[in-house]
């Protein structure tokens, strides 16, 4: 499945004139405040999310599973998902592939279809959560933290293997999330669990080329619910400390604990040059993995507000890799990830109205009222004809999801695959 061009130009074409009159409104009144709209629209048709390739399918629930048909049941015909993405919001050029699940049989032909959707390879993701096939040890009590040496370095092992797995494609990070924890009091020894993790985490540093980075990923709890070995950004820092400067903490929005504030979370680590990477989705109650700024859009944008602050006053922090984490219960998965896709868009482009040099100034002056009205009068600005034109620009659809429903992807990818294919992943 592949869209061409002409059916996005001539999608654009019944909306071209509405958009250029939204446009030429929004243009004229930010350049009149001082905005440079071209450069704002530059920065937004640069920002690149990786889609993660276990979210290309149906997502489950605790309790079932509901096929959207059509699923990719291969790498290839996920990348051909991802490059379906891209082609419509001109922001999804990259895939950030999950080990085991995603082994290429091969390498060749998966970087030569990549290349050829303007796709490249995002981090790479471990997987010691699950038990594969004809595994000699299991992770039932734990993988890098567990009491068992050949348990650890059975893990250490995987990790190694994804590595190599990941320099073959030209993946420059290695993502690291544990499920490791304890369900009860007394369970685990919390000391020996956190050194185990941290000696496991050097042995794999240790594996890494020269100028790959590791992301260390937190979690409060689940699957275990009394304790987690890395539950909160400070023990992923001390972690990625512990093991060099090529270590970093990748933070995930849905990582956290009830109003947890995230964006000073972000704001502290980039202060530190330690934030490495940024997985999106939205939440409730918990690590619902649910659409981008579905729920907490705001939340989102002062989120964003902290990383456009730190991209331009923090040197010391390294590029970001950004990444959807979402489980898609009831929508289309592309579709979902395209409205993802959108809010990521719209929150960045509202953060790059914030006067930065205004607000500091009243933050200064300690003007409290003036600070909520800067922030809030980028965030009321109805930014979408500036995604828009950056879309434009570079091929992509006005309205991506009306494209795709349009073009009838979904249905093209049915008759395709068939109704009985399932994605790999959760």
């Not at 659409?291 to 040197?315: D, H, R, W």
């Amino acid at each position: 499945m592949k869209i061409k061009e002409e059916h996005i130009l001539d999608f654009n074409k019944a909306s071209l004139e509405t958009h250029n009159d939204s446009f030429d409104f929004l243009s004229s009144k930010l350049s009149k405040n001082g905005h440079d709209v071209q450069g704002i629209i530059s920065r937004l048709a640069d920002f690149q999310v990786a889609i993660p390739s276990w979210a290309l399918g149906a997502g489950g629930t605790r309790f079932g599973r509901f096929s959207f048909f059509g699923e990719p049941s291969s790498l290839e015909q996920k990348i051909e998902d991802v490059g379906v993405l891209h082609s419509l919001t001109q922001t999804a050029g990259a895939v950030s592939l999950h080990i085991p699940w995603d082994i290429p049989s091969d390498y060749n032909a998966i970087k030569e279809k990549a290349d050829a959707l303007d796709i490249k390879f995002d981090a790479v993701n471990s997987n010691t959560f699950q038990d594969q096939k004809n595994a000699k040890e299991t992770y039932k009590y734990g993988s890098l933290s567990n009491t068992s040496q050949a348990v650890r370095e059975q893990a250490i092992q995987h990790n190694l293997d994804v590595i190599k797995i990941g320099d073959k494609l030209g993946s420059k990070a290695l993502t690291v999330w544990l499920a490791d924890g304890s369900c009860f009091p007394g369970q685990n020894n919390f000391q020996t669990a956190f050194q185990n993790t941290q000696d496991s985490l050097i042995d794999i540093y240790k594996g890494l080329p020269d100028d790959w980075k590791m992301l260390v990923e937190y979690k409060p709890y689940e699957p275990n619910f009394y304790s987690t070995v890395i539950q909160d950004w400070g023990a992923s820092l001390m972690l990625a400390n512990g093991c060099g400067d090529k270590a970093y903490t990748l933070v995930d929005l849905g990582h956290h604990l009830p109003n947890s504030n995230i964006e000073q979370i972000v704001s502290i680590l980039q202060l530190k040059g330690k934030l490495g990477g940024f997985h999106f989705n939205d939440s409730k109650y918990g690590d619902d993995d649910l659409t981008v700024g579905s729920i907490k859009p705001y939340a989102l944008f002062l989120i964003f507000n902290e990383l456009v602050y730190g991209m331009a006053n923090n040197p010391q922090n390294p590029d970001l890799a950004w990444m959807i984490d979402a489980s898609h219960n009831v929508k289309d998965p592309l579709e979902d990830l395209i409205q993802s896709l959108e809010a990521i868009q719209e929150a960045y482009a509202k953060a790059l109205l914030i006067d930065q040099a205004a607000l500091r100034a009243a933050q200064i002056d300690n003007d409290v009222v003036k600070c909520q009205e800067i922030l809030q009068g980028a965030y009321r600005t109805d930014v979408r004809p500036l995604l828009e034109r950056a879309r434009l620009g570079r091929g992509g659809a006005l309205s991506p999801i009306q494209a795709y429903r349009s073009l009838d992807v979904r249905n093209s990818l049915i008759k395709e695959r068939g109704k009985n294919t399932v994605a790999t992943g959760l």
